[in-house]
């Protein structure tokens, strides 16, 4: 019998161009499931499973191994997160790109070297076996990025202070021109992105991050051909670049995941100027503690993040921590809170956290997307409770 909306294994597969038997190994791999099954066991999919097929499809021509599939799609019709995850892959696609420009520039390269009888760069194409590696890293660095992406909308679409938290940063540098700024861990480039109206013509800003995912979403988002802008990627506890290099340093939510804080510090002071700044952000004990309670009310195994990270660098102690290498030392808190009224922004912000909740909220997200609307039918509160400190070389 024809269900309406519904289509057999068979017309499913020829929608797709793939064999039944690959639609039926999806099911087995839990990677696919059909929307239902009657009861001699026969498989019906639906338009939106034909969506979930096509996003695993390209996931798949991507190089991502059935794991990797696994983890980073959604068991659900929520197009909300079908448009996140569409967007990270248009940047694995345009990575890919970007590979293989590379090789093709590399192979060229080679060519005309065999042509005119010179030596082969072979370190050259030595890097091209390292660029057919890359997958895995970048599956990685592109949910960094995402998360990223996440967490930023969640402050930037429902916050109470509409001044916003990279303009107030922003406010805070004091830019001027001529200014040499240096931004350890810039993220995706979203400081700089929401303030380049303000910007001056006539200044040099350097964005590092330790991972070039970012660094490549950050020049996606800024624009690689702005002459203000370089790109470096390296860990801030071995800043690449002279002493008294630059009049300001930016390390925005950074410090907290830093392993050694007092190497650190270090290398700031050794870059800046004698009259230079460093700008330094982080939260304190309260920020965001209503959507641990929330998810630990869903279920009490589920930790948001594997520390806290306050701990390590928060409003309550960075002040002595960068005491000995800085004074003075100035800490000026930024007054927010987050309201809404709406689950899907919540849920993408938690499940871009770096804990254990997608290993076991994605199983039953059907239940905890419904715990969650129905919490924040009648608006939800959220304390913020972030700011930074301005210090200057002692």
Not at 53 to 75: A, H, N, P, V, W
Not at 241 to 257: K, M, T
């Amino acid at each position: 019998m024809k269900l309406p909306g519904y289509y057999s294994s068979g017309q499913f597969a020829r929608m797709a161009n793939v064999s039944v038997r690959t639609i039926r190994f999806y099911d087995k791999q839990n990677v696919l499931k059909p929307s239902y099954v009657n009861e001699s066991g026969a498989r019906f999919y639906t338009d939106s499973d034909f969506a979930r097929l096509q996003q695993i499809l390209l996931l798949k021509y991507l190089g991502f191994s059935l794991d990797d599939i696994r983890e980073m799609t959604i068991s659900d019709t929520d197009y909300h997160f079908m448009l996140s995850s569409l967007k990270m892959q248009k940047k694995l696609v345009q990575d890919r790109i970007e590979q293989l420009q590379l090789v093709e520039h590399a192979i060229e390269n080679t060519v005309d070297a065999i042509g005119k009888q010179e030596g082969i760069d072979w370190s050259q194409m030595l890097d091209l076996i390292h660029l057919t590696g890359m997958e895995k890293s970048l599956r990685t660095q592109y949910q960094d990025a995402t998360n990223i992406s996440a967490r930023i909308r969640l402050h930037r679409d429902y916050s109470v202070n509409r001044q916003g938290w990279f303009p107030w940063i922003y406010e805070q540098c004091q830019i001027r021109p001529g200014m040499q700024v240096l931004e350890l861990g810039c993220g995706n480039g979203a400081l700089w992105a929401e303030n380049m109206s303000r910007l001056p013509d006539r200044i040099s800003v350097t964005l590092s991050d330790i991972s070039d995912g970012m660094l490549r979403d950050a020049r996606r988002t800024i624009g690689g051909q702005d002459p203000r802008f370089s790109f470096a990627a390296f860990d801030c506890h071995s800043i690449p670049y002279a002493d008294a290099s630059f009049d300001l340093v930016i390390a925005n939510h950074v410090l907290f995941y830093c392993s050694d804080l007092d190497r650190v510090f270090r290398e700031v002071r050794r870059v800046l100027r004698p009259d230079g700044v460093f700008l330094c952000s982080t939260y304190g004990a309260s920020h965001m503690r209503e959507i641990s309670s929330l998810v630990q009310e869903f279920d009490s195994r589920i930790v948001l993040s594997a520390e806290k990270l306050y701990e390590h660098f928060g409003l309550e102690n960075g002040a002595s921590l960068l005491a000995p290498y800085f004074a003075p030392v100035r800490c000026l808190c930024y007054e927010d809170a987050i309201e809404l009224d709406r689950a899907e922004p919540l849920i993408e912000y938690i499940l871009s956290c770096h804990g254990n909740q997608n290993q076991l909220l994605l199983e039953r997200y059907k239940d905890f997307r419904t715990f969650t609307e129905h919490r924040t039918r009648h608006g939800f509160h959220i304390t913020k409770a972030a700011g930074l400190f301005l210090c200057h070389p002692a």
